[in-house]
């Protein structure tokens, strides 16, 4: 419910509110009002909102529109929905409840390194903070302040972090190992466009259980196959609360993907978007040992991590995930633009502005694949709508309301991959979507069946996409490509037809008794985050 209330509030910012030009008219005795917004809007981003007055309702803020006439800086208002307040520090309208800071201006006010100066101010190696101090260029964006006005810290986003990834370059990233293009737009091993096979990835996050075995077993039928005769795949990024796992043995067992979507699935983004690396160390390393016993995944598959609410980590759980040989991330977005992007490593810089995620995406270099979140094109009719923000879960495409309205989309985000450079084409659902009307369900299982009527297009896992990336392959040659032919056409039965329904509970969840459905014995408590084998707390 608090998701919900918390979507309907971002939703009531998008529709509901609307810029007014808040000019202040140059006069020739109002000369100091006008000296008054310019310092307002000294060093201030202009797409941050702050408040001038903490004496009204809350709903009223402002922010710096230097595309006045003359090159004038005015101030723009907005003004948050009846019943809703603005969060200075969250930049949003939300319920009264939920907003504390309505006694505050503003953001707080972080004072920046002095980074870039015509002369050099510090000896070579170093590099100044906001005082004037001399700091060693390594300990900047390290995470522990070592200027003493913590001015070190403040600068660290992809674009200004003195230590940042460098750019691509071409002659040093090369496959298998590492790929980037300037652009994000280049096709791997520069294939022609039409000899590249259209992957298609299907995902779903969050628990698997018995309110979405059949919507998967629906899709996944066994009966359809890719055109090189192997079954079509997904891949489930997996939360552990509430997760039947001889479920997910058996979906391993069909040749589906499993990745981690975490443990606990924290309904704070700010844990997630501020995480320590103990943090996601637990979490995500967390989340795969209690699968891998679980689940009894022994073939060491689970390489691949998702953000729960897609709010990346920065660099510590690109550290983290570096450290316990996680090969590739799926949670940051790409803008939509008129050409999707491949996926990429991080060893040089993002090919893309770093879109939503809080701006946390990693700014230094790390061995890990970014599986990059092309947004859809949510638009009903392209050649006539005007432009709309994209959306990168379907189901956060909100105006989708009828399974026609689904298939249009579907197809024509396809032909945006398809007629370019048919970079992976990514459908991200939460489960309970295409639940939600069977008209959903319906429309994408003709969607699939429609493509697979093709002869170059393949429903693959995230990590069969990194196999083709690492050896390009053009779509003659598919048929015997042989990183696609495990596991191509599995039958038999699960490994148990009747699981262990373990009552369990655990010191970290007082009150709370869970069952956990497993193949394997069960433990002596629910697996949580100080306990992720149920094995019970190590006293000292």
């Not at 070579?124 to 005082?131: P, Q, R, V, Y």
């Not at 939360?239 to 479920?247: E, G, I, L, V």
């Not at 991200?428 to 429309?443: G, I, M, N, P, T």
Request: hydrophobic share 30%; proline share 6%; net charge negative.
């Amino acid at each position: 419910m608090a998701r919900v209330i918390k979507l309907l509030a971002v939703l009531c910012l998008v529709v509901a509110i609307a810029e007014a030009d808040f000019r202040v008219k140059r006069q020739d005795d109002d000369g100091d009002q006008e000296d008054n917004i310019e310092e307002l809007c000294k060093d201030r981003p202009a797409d941050e909102y702050f408040r001038l007055s903490t004496d009204g309702d809350c709903r009223e803020v402002v922010r710096c529109d230097n595309a006045g006439e003359n090159g004038i800086t005015r101030l723009a208002r907005v003004r948050c929905p009846t019943g809703l307040y603005f969060d200075v520090y969250r930049q949003t309208c939300d319920w009264k409840t939920n907003v504390k800071n309505c006694d505050e201006l503003g953001k707080p006010r972080k004072v920046l390194p002095i980074l870039k100066t015509d002369e050099p101010i510090c000896p070579e190696g170093k590099l100044s903070c906001g005082n004037g101090e001399c700091v060693d260029k390594e300990l900047f964006c390290n995470g522990k302040p070592d200027c003493k006005d913590e001015s070190d810290e403040n600068a660290c986003t992809v674009e200004l972090d003195p230590n940042r990834a460098p750019d691509c370059d071409t002659t040093q990233c090369v496959l298998p190992d590492c790929f980037c293009s300037a652009d994000g737009t280049r096709i791997p091993g520069n294939i022609e466009p039409q000899q590249v096979p259209q992957m298609i990835t299907i995902t779903f996050n969050g628990a698997i259980n018995v309110d979405n075995i059949d919507l998967y077993e629906d899709i996944f039928n066994g009966q359809r196959q890719n055109p090189n005769g192997c079954q079509i795949r997904g891949t489930y990024f997996v939360s552990h609360k509430y997760t039947n796992y001889s479920a997910v043995q058996d979906l391993h067992r069909k040749g589906h993907e499993i990745s981690v979507f975490s443990l606990t699935h924290k309904d704070d983004p700010n844990y997630w978007t501020q995480g320590t690396y103990d943090d996601w160390l637990a979490e995500m390393a967390g989340a795969r040992l209690i699968i891998e016993r679980f689940a009894n995944i022994t073939d060491g598959s689970i390489i691949g991590v998702r953000a729960p609410y897609l709010r990346v980590g920065g660099n510590k759980q690109f550290e983290m995930m570096a450290d316990q040989f996680f090969v590739y991330d799926a949670s940051i977005t790409a803008s939509l633009g008129r050409v999707p992007i491949w996926p990429y490593t991080l060893y040089f810089r993002m090919p893309h502005k770093c879109n939503g995620n809080a701006h946390n995406c990693p700014s230094r270099s790390h061995p890990v694949w970014e599986m990059v979140m092309n947004e859809l094109d949510r638009r009903d009719d392209p050649t006539f709508d005007e432009s709309l923000p994209g959306c990168h879960m379907v189901d956060s495409c909100s105006n989708i309301q009828s399974g026609e309205q689904f298939g249009r989309l579907l197809r024509h985000n396809f032909n945006r991959h398809y007629n370019t450079n048919r970079a992976p084409l990514g459908l991200h659902f939460h489960a309970s979507w295409l639940k939600s009307k069977k008209e959903y369900r319906e429309e994408l299982i003709k969607f699939i069946e429609e493509m697979l009527g093709r002869n170059d297009v393949f429903f693959v896992t995230m990590l069969q996409v990194i196999q083709w990336m690492q050896n390009p392959t053009e779509l003659n040659a598919l048929r015997d490509f042989q990183e696609w032919k495990e596991k191509c056409d599995v039958k038999g039965q699960p490994y148990c037809s009747l699981p262990n329904a373990c009552p369990l509970t655990t010191r970290e969840l007082p009150g709370e008794t869970l069952r956990l459905f497993t193949c394997m014995e069960c433990p002596n408590n629910y697996p949580w985050i100080l306990d992720p084998t149920g094995d019970g707390f190590s006293t000292k």
